[in-house]
């Protein structure tokens, strides 16, 4: 019996070893690369959690410098944000913010850069029209309406498709073609029911171009 269980084993040994021989070393290496993905992983959630927590403390400190009208700390800040938690969304919810303090400090071409750069390094198409929206403005208010037009070219989800119109709208005007601002606000006003306010003030503009939205047809949209 023993002489039996013994090459019984010995059998299934020399298997062993002949299924190792042919399989091993992809096995090893299979292994290998499970182990170095889910230490990848592993890597990448903690660097997610550190340049959350990173671009969280930055934003605070942000937020403080602006409070406080710091104009140059804001700027400091802000290159910090880009350098370390740049790509947290966090971080680049501190663009729009930097660049509204550096506008309002009289910084109009470092705004202009903290918008640009949002709308480079984001992937929320919501954060893009914002930082899109504000950059427009700020070309129109260098009288720069061709940058400022070709700004505002992208396409955009439909709940902005109406302050696109308006900004538009404002450009066309400052550059005196009033029937095309006028299409252009007359679009931006159907599109604003839900946005009272919002939507007198287009129909403002409207007024001021000779026509009552509320009483002229409906324009026609794709």
Not at 25 to 42: D, E, R
Not at 59 to 75: I, T
Not at 137 to 152: N, P, Q, S
């Amino acid at each position: 019996m023993a002489s039996h269980l013994d090459l019984e084993e010995q059998e299934q040994l020399a298997n062993f070893k002949h299924f190792w021989s042919q399989y091993g070393n992809l096995i090893s290496w299979v292994l290998i690369a499970a182990l170095a993905g889910l230490a990848a992983f592993n890597g990448w959630q903690y660097w997610q959690r550190k340049s959350a927590q990173e671009a969280a403390a930055l934003y605070d400190e942000l937020e403080r410098a602006v409070q406080a009208g710091e104009a140059d700390k804001v700027q400091r800040v802000w290159a910090d944000v880009q350098a370390k938690a740049g790509r947290a969304q966090q971080g680049q919810q501190a663009g729009l913010l930097a660049a509204s303090s550096l506008h309002g400090a009289g910084k109009a071409e470092q705004a202009r850069q903290a918008l640009a750069w949002v709308i480079d390094q984001s992937s929320d198409s919501a954060l893009i029209a914002v930082a899109r929206l504000r950059l427009a403005g700020l070309e129109l208010e260098a009288k720069d309406y061709e940058r400022a037009l070709k700004t505002l070219d992208f396409k955009a989800s439909p709940e902005f498709a109406p302050l696109l119109a308006d900004r538009r709208g404002d450009v066309l005007q400052a550059q005196g073609q009033s029937d095309a601002a006028r299409t252009e606000y007359r679009s931006a006003w159907d599109g604003l029911s839900s946005a009272p306010e919002y939507r007198r003030i287009v129909q403002a503009k409207l007024n001021a171009l000779g026509l009552d939205p509320e009483s002229a047809p409906t324009s026609t949209q794709e």
